[in-house]
């Protein structure tokens, strides 16, 4: 099984999969948790090179890098992993290239479908869960636990959060027209909750949709 989470930075894609793992782990299924870009090898460079560099990297570059990191997980972590019943939880997969690379930085949606068919072997997860915010709140959260002053050209912020305001809210609109598209497989939920009452809501969901 294959459960991926969604989200615009700071939307507690992060703190959800972790109590999700523990949770599954509870009920003795065996997890692996994995986020993207990294997780082998060669993708925790490409990470380093998306998110660390100080200079540009163009739209098409980025692309390429995200969906390199995303052929290298899943052909020696996530395949092999489904293949022995494990479940795996993705933080980020190829929706968030068609949010960022697509409807942030305006790269054309038929190109990335390709690339993405490419990169992911047509790997299409079971479930996926959008944690919806607004980019405003989900900055204020990033900073919540330091007097650093709130911006979205912070140096405190990786290559990719630096991209503004305007860019997370291209963003959240692109993750709302790709949800629009694909009912079946998207959970909503509205990230301004507790994490406790999240975390419930997908439990529920998840027992609902996949009784053991
Ligand atoms: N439901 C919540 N209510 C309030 N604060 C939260 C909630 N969920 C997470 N946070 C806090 O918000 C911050 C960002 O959360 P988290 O790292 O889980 O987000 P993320 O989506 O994984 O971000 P990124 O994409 O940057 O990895 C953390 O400080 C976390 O403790
Ligand atoms: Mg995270």
């Known amino acids: 099984m294959l459960i991926t989470f969604e989200g615009i930075d700071g939307a507690g894609k992060s703190t959800q999969i972790k109590q999700l793992a523990g949770y599954l ?6 997890v692996l ?8 090898e ?33 052909q020696e972590v996530i395949v092999p992993a489904i293949a022995v019943g494990k479940t795996v939880i993705l933080d980020r997969f190829f929706d968030s290239t068609t949010a960022y ?10 190109l990335l479908q ?12 079971d479930i996926t869960f959008y944690l919806d915010i607004e980019p405003e709140e989900a900055l204020r959260r990033k900073f919540s636990k330091t007097s650093i002053p709130l911006s979205f050209e912070s140096e405190e912020l990786d290559r990719m959060e630096r991209s503004g305001a305007e860019f997370y809210r291209n963003v ?5 027209e790709i949800i629009s598209h694909n ?6 939920i509205n990230a301004l909750q507790p994490v406790a009452a999240i975390h419930r809501q ?11």
């Open 42 to 74: 060669v993708a925790e460079k490409i990470r380093t090179i998306l998110l660390d560099s100080k200079g540009e990297i163009s739209p098409i570059g980025e692309l390429l890098l995200f969906s390199a990191s995303r052929a290298e997980l899943v």
């Open 33 to 40: 948790v994995l986020r993207e870009p990294g997780d082998t």
């Open 172 to 176: 959240r609109r692109g993750y709302h």
């Open 202 to 212: 997908i439990i529920t969901i998840l027992e609902e949709r996949f009784p053991v």
């Open 101 to 110: 690379q697509g409807y942030g930085r305006g790269i054309d949606l038929t």
């Open 25 to 30: 782990s509870s009920q003795d299924r065996e």
């Open 183 to 188: 009912k079946a497989r998207f959970v909503t």
């Open 114 to 125: 390709s690339i993405i068919c490419i990169s992911t072997c047509g790997i299409i997860p």
